[in-house]
């Protein structure tokens, strides 16, 4: 244990070096989801592309983070329309107009990389774009916040403010998350909250920011699966999730959805980041 370890609790701290393992155990999520981006399409079960990450992520020397992490069954998270988070993959049928939020996780160099991007299928509605763009604008400016002595509420309120100003709802009961050597460390990283409390921040975390926003109510449900967590009122939701640590006082996105965008643009699919409206922006 370092002494910023002593003086900040449970928060783990990476090294540079830690962090570089971090990275290349982040890309193979990345380049999982782009390799997912080229397979969906009306008319695809979730369980085939359960199927195609854990062999690519297994083909890359990596293992599925997710398979048996607090007894959940398989590879991905697949989160249709309604559903926010944690949907279990089976036969159920992509259709051309839903989306879906796929959330995959990776164990590399003994480094966990957690990380969900929302899929338009085919032609998807106004509402449901600006939804998409809307909750990647959050992420980009929850990232923006990551700084040295910066703290995590100012994360939270950014990613909040946002979302109301646009007429969407937080998810209050989920939350991002430290990531390491374990999927979930300190701190919890809420996308509701006030501008400067919580944990101050520092060169040597690194987190799992994950916007969820809904359409409509954010009053939630789980279903009798026990995993797969619903609007109560049928609106659809939309997630995103980066990891992102902080070094030399900024942010550094370990994550990289540039792939994703690349297949998306070679497909005619829909891709937030061509719709972004806010001024600032992160390089990834």
């Known amino acids: 244990m370092n002494i910023l370890e002593k003086f900040f609790g449970n928060v783990s701290f990476k090294s540079d070096a830690e962090i570089d393992l971090m990275q290349d155990s982040a890309r193979i999520v990345s380049d999982t989801l782009a390799m997912l981006a080229d397979e969906i399409k009306p008319g695809i079960k979730t369980i085939t592309l359960d199927r195609l990450a854990e062999s690519f992520i297994r083909d890359h020397k990596a293992t599925p983070a997710f398979i048996g992490l607090y007894g959940y069954p398989n590879t991905l998270c697949t989160s249709v329309n309604d559903e926010i988070v944690h949907g279990i993959p089976g036969n ?3 259709r051309d107009g839903d989306i879906i939020s796929i959330d995959c996780g990776a164990i590399m160099h003994q480094f966990y990389s957690d990380q969900a991007y929302t899929f338009g299928i085919g032609e998807i509605s106004e509402d449901k774009k600006r939804l998409i763009t ?11 916040q990551m700084k040295s002595y910066y703290k995590v509420g100012d994360i939270s309120f950014a990613i909040e403010q946002h ?4 007429g969407y709802q937080i998810v209050e ?3 991002g998350h430290g990531i390491g050597r374990k999927i979930h460390e300190f701190p919890q990283i809420p996308n509701y909250g006030q501008k400067g409390s919580g944990t101050i921040l520092v060169t040597g975390f690194v987190l799992a920011i994950e916007p969820m926003l809904t359409h409509g109510s954010s009053k939630i449900l789980k279903l009798d699966d026990g ?5 109560r009122d049928g609106s ?16 550094t996105v370990l994550s990289d959805f540039s792939k994703i965008e ?3 643009s070679r497909r005619g699919y829909f891709k937030a980041q061509d719709f972004v409206s806010i001024e600032n922006s992160i390089n990834y």
């Open 92 to 94: 159920r049928e992509l």
């Open 163 to 166: 979302a109301l100003r646009n």
């Open 173 to 175: 009961e989920l939350v």
């Open 134 to 144: 809307v909750t990647y604008e959050c992420l980009i400016l929850g990232i923006e």
């Open 262 to 264: 690349l297949v998306l």
């Open 236 to 251: 659809p939701a939309a997630h995103f999730e980066h990891n992102v640590a902080i070094r030399n006082g900024k942010p």
């Open 227 to 231: 995993w797969t967590i619903v609007t």
